[in-house]
Every structure is written in C-alpha cells, then in structure tokens.
C-alpha cells in the first residue's frame, strides 16, 4: 500500500539556520501531499499542501514542493525561530476501496530550534 | 469560530471499564476520523465516517466502537478489550471536496 518516508529526529537547530525535513512517498496514483505541524500537547494543524506535480505549497515561511520525479516533498525553510519548534508530518492522500479517502502519515520528526 | 472540540482533554480508565471520548465539529463536514498516536508514532487510523449513520473501520479497529447519529458528532468508545489503551488520540474532519483533515487538540487517555 501506499506510504510515506520522513527523516528521523529529532533535529535540533539554532535560530536563524536553514531548515530541510525529508519526506518522500510511495504511492500507485497522483496523491495530494500534505505537511501538518504539531505543537507540545495540542493536535495537528495543516502548514501547507499541493495537489499535483510540480506545485508549491507554502505557510509561514515553509516551503515544499511536489516532485513526481523522484517521490519527494521535502520541507525547508530559510530561516528558523524558536516558535517552530514543533513536531513536523508528512502526509499523502489515498483512497480505500469504494472511494473513502484516508490520510497516510509519515512518523513525524521532532525539531527544537535553540536561541 | 468554526473548529472541533474533543473532551475531555485528559481521561482515566479502570481495568475493564469502558470509556467515550467527545468529537464535535460546526464545520459543517460529512466526513470524520478518529485516530490514535503513540511515542514517537504517526497517526493510525481508527475509524472514519463520511456521512451520517455510516462508519467503517480504519487500520487498528480492535477494541474501539464508534456512531455517527449526528453530523457533528463522532463520539469514540474504548472498550475493555483494547488492552492497551494508553494514547493521545486525535478526532479529525474533512470536507471532501477540499480533501483537508482539520484537527482537534486532542484527548490523552491513561490507564489507572
């Protein structure tokens, strides 16, 4: 089945470093990709999306880009701050039978982002 | 304000006790989904319904019971056969056309 590959954490940067979360993804058809942002305690909120090749999604200063090729939405962001300290999923679209759409995650990588 | 709400934010189970977490939503979606999360886990999914009075089951369905009398509300019931309970679990809802699963803050369930 489908499934969704992240790096594993946790990371730890210090303030204003370039960020890259990788994520790359099987999948037998064109699966929307998703990335949900966790904060201590609280549930999961979209940073952004993209729905087919090619595209961009972006949030806040996060970035990521679908790419067919090589089955990959990596995050990135240029320049951190203490407040994306968080834990960060990749995730993709995909179907069971009869149509139902589920979500499929990736095991979440845990960033602190240091003063 | 649109969102969910899950209550309550923190619950305590007995051995062979069941419990029920609370999912409501006024975001006017058809579609809702129950997941649960571990240490260092992704989401695994529970339960998911995507209308009223229907609900199947999703990847760990052993030992939680759902309904969906309402269209705003999915409660969760954690039976006594889940032996192992203790999880964050996540309530989620979806509008199907935008395809987008909104999140509520969550309940940590633990056992006594």
């Known amino acids: 089945g489908d499934s969704v590959t992240q790096m594993e954490g946790p990371v730890t940067l210090s303030e204003e470093a370039f960020l890259t979360i990788n994520c790359t993804y099987t999948?037998?058809?064109?699966?929307?990709l998703f990335w949900y942002v966790q904060y201590p305690g609280e549930g999961l909120q979209l940073l952004l999306k993209?729905?087919?090749?090619?595209d961009k999604g972006s949030n806040k200063g996060f970035e990521a880009t679908y790419r067919k090729e090589t089955t990959s939405f990596h995050l990135e962001k240029g320049s951190v701050q203490v407040s994306d300290s968080a834990v960060y999923f990749c995730?993709?679209?995909?179907?069971?039978?009869?149509?139902?759409?589920?979500?499929?995650f990736g095991k979440g990588t845990k960033l602190t982002v240091n003063p | 304000d649109g969102g969910i709400t899950q209550s309550p934010k923190y619950l305590f189970r007995k051995e062979g006790q069941n419990v029920t977490l609370s999912c409501e939503q006024n975001?006017?979606?058809?579609?809702m989904y129950w997941y649960r999360q571990d240490p260092g886990q992704g989401l695994r999914l529970i339960y998911y319904?995507?209308?009223?009075?229907?609900?199947q089951k999703g990847d760990i369905a052993e030992g939680y019971s759902v309904s969906r009398e309402k269209k705003e509300s999915f409660p969760l019931t954690v039976t006594s056969a889940q032996k192992n309970p203790t999880a964050f679990y996540l309530c989620?809802?979806?509008?199907?056309?935008?395809?987008?699963?909104?999140f509520g803050p969550g309940t940590r369930l633990l056992v006594l």
């Open positions: 993209a729905t087919k090749a090619d």
């Open positions: 319904s995507q209308i009223v009075n229907d609900f």
């Open positions: 999948a037998t058809g064109y699966p929307s």
């Open positions: 989620a809802s979806s509008d199907r056309v935008q395809e987008t699963q909104y």
């Open positions: 995730a993709l679209s995909d179907f069971y039978e009869g149509g139902s759409e589920k979500l499929v």
């Open positions: 975001l006017n979606h058809d579609a």
